[in-house]
């Protein structure tokens, strides 16, 4: 089955600075890698994702990267600000056979003012 | 519109009772999933329906745990003899039939 590992566990960025968040797959078959924000005691939030027929994907301040040779893909935060302060989940899935995600551990992001 | 929601939002229970967990998904959604999350990591994939039948139910840890869906819609998750590592949040989502899942906010599972 499909492996995921997420890389840092814990992040502190001072607001205005960047922060990346990387993850690594197993299966080469994983073609759907979505992006989850999750506050503290609330339920998890798309932030972005992307396809394995595209490199790059940006909204705003958040972009992701993927390198399907690599198999692995990032979350890049511009311009950090307290209120992007959560844990942040990366997925991996085979959209088109059921799609059921497959999360990495989490990346506790606190931005500080 | 409304998004999925779940009851109840906290349940405990003694250790060898059984629970029922219930997930409403947005109206129209035919994929639903549950996943399970334990403190400090990200969901764990437990079962997929689409439509009425459970399509995957590959990430169930035993025979404790079984879900339904009889109409398509509501799904319950259902826990015989609980014990203490079923402790977790068990989280349900839906999905159009597309890439989206959205999920609700979980039922925060506590087996004394």
């Known amino acids: 089955g499909e492996n995921v590992e997420q890389h840092p566990s814990t992040l502190s960025v001072q607001e205005g600075d960047s922060a990346v968040i990387k993850c690594t797959y197993s299966?080469?078959?994983?073609?759907?890698f979505p992006w989850y924000k999750q506050e503290l005691g609330k339920r998890p939030q798309l932030i972005i994702d992307?396809?394995?027929?595209?490199g790059e994907k940006k909204d705003q301040r958040i972009a992701v990267t993927l390198n399907k040779t690599a198999k692995h893909f990032s979350l890049h935060i511009t311009e950090t600000q307290p209120e992007d302060s959560a844990v942040y989940f990366c997925?991996?899935?085979?959209?088109?056979?059921?799609?059921?995600?497959?999360f990495g551990t989490g990346t506790s992001l606190t931005v500080i003012p | 519109g409304a998004g999925v929601s779940q009851t109840p939002s906290n349940k405990v229970t003694e250790k060898g009772k059984y629970v029922e967990l219930r997930c409403d998904p947005i109206?129209?959604?035919?994929?639903l999933y549950w996943y399970r999350q334990s403190l400090g990591q990200g969901p764990e994939f437990l079962i997929y329906?689409?439509?009425?039948?459970?399509?995957?139910d590959s990430g169930l840890p035993n025979d404790r745990f079984f879900a339904v869906r009889p109409e398509g819609s509501v799904s319950t998750l259902k826990i015989q003899r609980t014990e203490r590592g079923d402790s977790a949040v068990y989280l349900c989502?839906?999905?159009?039939?597309?890439?989206?899942?959205?999920f609700g906010p979980g039922t925060r599972l506590l087996v004394l």
């Open positions: 989502a839906s999905s159009e039939g597309g890439e989206t899942q959205y």
């Open positions: 997925a991996a899935s085979r959209r088109n056979t059921g799609n059921q995600f497959y």
């Open positions: 992307i396809r394995s027929n595209v």
């Open positions: 299966d080469s078959a994983s073609n759907y």
């Open positions: 109206s129209g959604h035919t994929a």
């Open positions: 329906f689409q439509g009425t039948g459970a399509a995957d």
